[in-house]
């Protein structure tokens, strides 16, 4: 049992900006037209293609440090005001553990059979998160090892949260099948 | 202890062959929450768990979108039932960052002493029942009384014991008054002396470490690759802390350590918690000495806070302001855009993905649950091992099952 006791002063990373290098890796590697960047508040973020993201999240795990997955969600943008982008989105946050460096790679995806390539083989926490997106929003991901219902129940039809599904009415109860004890 | 002796030769071809299926949960005392788990056993020698939840899925993250900033304040502090408070600064945290609202510094510390509580909290219970499902009954309770002295500060600054929904946005419900830092004082007489309690029960006791060192193992690597936060990356070396690495509130002005172990197994889990508390002691001691004066909350002219019942009642602005806040056609502007933002919770890493579009409501609330994270890390850890260190690495991962499936 030890201890550590690095600080890290917050006022150094106000004066220049902390994204500045891997801006810069990621210029010299992908180039123009692969994403394209936004900023809000702290929030650095890549808006990226489906077909370059698995290369983009490689390069950026293997080439800029970014070894670890700190949250990966989705959402559903069906009627937001505005919106001209597909329909789902599906957000990675990556983070540098050693130069304490926070990004968010935004992927886009729109339906039919909205489907995007699995994170699994860069990192193992990617599987539950995966399964939970495809759980709520129907978004498949290619080369899961296991993508099943987390979540609700696997006869379950629906995906609840897609903004076309309701929050308030019957409930999904009278569509389960009752077991006896004899059954079960 | 990893069964290694089961493979030895002189165990039947046939019996390696047989694997059993063995049903555990969802109502399992040893499981504390709703969970399942299905194993297939060889003997007593796990071959593989896969974990089955959902039995408690409460579509809190589809009731996010549907509630205002204020309202669902209530919702996530039934995420995490055992820490309450840290999932209340950890949400308004995220609103506030989206609405660029800058906190008063006596707001700063007072969020920074609850949510250290509820950290102590968190951990009390899980170092307690962490010996409680190995059947050291005793620190059970020596912990368990403790947690009623946090409960009561809990009850003293909100009203509510279990669930204060005690922050709102720009501020919190009430100021702290002299009862609330009494009590607190009480806590941090109480608490040294049961962490004591604890681990002179339990540091040297031969069945306890039996059971607990070398079981579980999470690798550095592992760790990483499965995103593991907190107290359980800690003790495998991943040193990450997002209040010295990413200090929000007023972290950067305490003085305190990140306690880490190397060795990944569920003793150095129990033992990073239980060093934790400390810190977290000592970061409450030295908010409390230097708790500034000074409004709690940001001014209504701001418009975001809700004002007391003093000022609605007696000052026109404040009518004007509660007015303006409550009916449902008005209330304040937000952006039309998104933002992640997390704090460092108890279990780990507690963040939100905020979506907004302009209106009093998130478009999008998605919680970073740590318990649902941690979770798909058991298969992994429990295997080749006991039935018996199932509880043992259960509940060194500290799952909550209202986070896990929300």
């Known amino acids: 049992m030890t201890t550590s006791s690095t600080t890290s002063d917050p006022s150094v990373s106000a004066e220049a900006d902390p994204h500045a290098g891997t801006l810069g890796k990621l210029a010299g590697r992908f180039g123009d037209g692969v994403f394209t960047t936004s900023r809000f508040r702290d929030n650095l973020r890549l808006h990226v293609s489906p077909a370059r993201l698995f290369e983009l999240l490689s390069s950026l795990r293997d080439d800029c440090g970014f070894a670890f997955l700190a949250e990966l969600g989705g959402t559903d943008f069906l009627g937001y005001p505005g919106w001209s982008r597909a329909r789902f989105q599906v957000h990675y946050v990556l983070r540098d553990l050693e130069r304490n460096e926070r990004l968010t790679v935004l992927a886009g995806v729109d339906e039919p059979r909205p489907a995007l390539p699995s994170a699994t083989p860069l990192w193992e926490g990617a599987n539950w998160m995966e399964r939970e997106v495809y759980d709520m929003y129907g978004i498949e991901f290619r080369g899961h090892p296991d993508l099943r219902r987390i979540l609700m129940p696997e006869e379950f039809a629906a995906f609840p949260l897609r903004k076309d599904y309701p929050l308030r009415g019957r409930g999904e109860r009278h569509n389960f099948t009752r077991l006896t004890r004899g059954e079960s | ?406």
């Not at chain 2, 993250?61 to 204020?70: A, D, I, M, P, V």
């Not at chain 2, 033992?271 to 004066?293: F, K, W, Y």
């Open chain 2, 1 to 406: 202890m990893p069964a290694n002796l089961l493979d030895e030769p002189e165990v039947g071809y046939e019996s390696k062959q047989a694997t059993w299926t063995l049903n555990f949960g969802p109502q399992h005392p040893a499981t504390h929450t709703t969970l399942r788990l299905v194993l297939e056993i060889d003997g007593e020698r796990i071959v593989r768990a896969v974990p089955d939840i959902g039995y408690l899925h409460s579509g809190f993250e589809k009731l996010g979108e549907h509630l205002t900033f204020n309202q669902y304040v209530t919702i996530v502090d039934r995420k995490n039932y055992i820490s309450p408070p840290m999932n209340e600064v950890a949400w308004h945290h995220a609103v506030e960052t989206l609405l660029d609202i800058e906190l008063t510094p006596r707001c700063k510390y007072i969020r920074v002493i609850i949510g250290e509580l509820a950290r102590i909290s968190d951990h009390l219970l899980c170092a307690g029942a962490a010996a409680l499902d190995l059947g050291g009954f005793t620190a059970f309770l020596f912990a368990f009384n403790t947690r009623e002295l946090i409960y009561d500060i809990y009850e003293e600054m909100s009203g509510y014991r279990f669930h204060p929904g005690y922050t709102r946005v720009g501020g919190v419900l009430y100021d702290f008054n002299d009862r609330v830092l009494g009590r607190i004082e009480k806590l941090l007489i109480a608490l040294p002396k049961a962490l004591g309690d604890v681990e002179k029960l339990l540091m040297r006791n031969r069945i306890f470490l039996d059971r607990m060192r070398g079981v579980g193992v999470l690798t550095k690597e592992d760790a990483i690759s499965f995103s593991a936060t907190g107290p359980i990356a800690r003790a495998s070396g991943v040193t990450y802390d997002l209040r010295k690495d990413e200090p929000y509130l007023a972290y950067p002005d305490f003085d305190f350590d990140v306690p880490y172990a190397t060795e990944g197994d569920c003793f150095s889990r129990f033992h990073v918690r239980m060093e934790e508390m400390r810190q977290s002691t000592r970061i409450i001691r030295q908010a409390i000495d230097n708790l500034p004066g000074g409004p709690c909350n940001v001014p209504i002219a701001e418009k975001f806070p809700l004002p007391d019942k003093g000022t609605t009642y007696n000052s026109m602005e404040g009518l004007i302001q509660h007015f303006e806040l409550i009916m449902p056609n008005r209330g304040v502007e937000t952006p039309r855009n998104e933002v992640y933002s997390a704090i460092e919770g108890p279990n780990g890493e507690l963040g939100y993905y905020l979506v907004t579009d302009g209106s009093q409501v998130a478009w999008r609330t998605r919680t970073r649950p740590p318990s649902f994270i941690h979770f798909q890390l058991f298969p992994h850890l429990i295997k080749d091992h006991l039935i018996a260190d199932i509880v043992a690495v259960l509940g060194s991962l500290n799952i909550i099952a209202a986070e896990l499936d929300r």
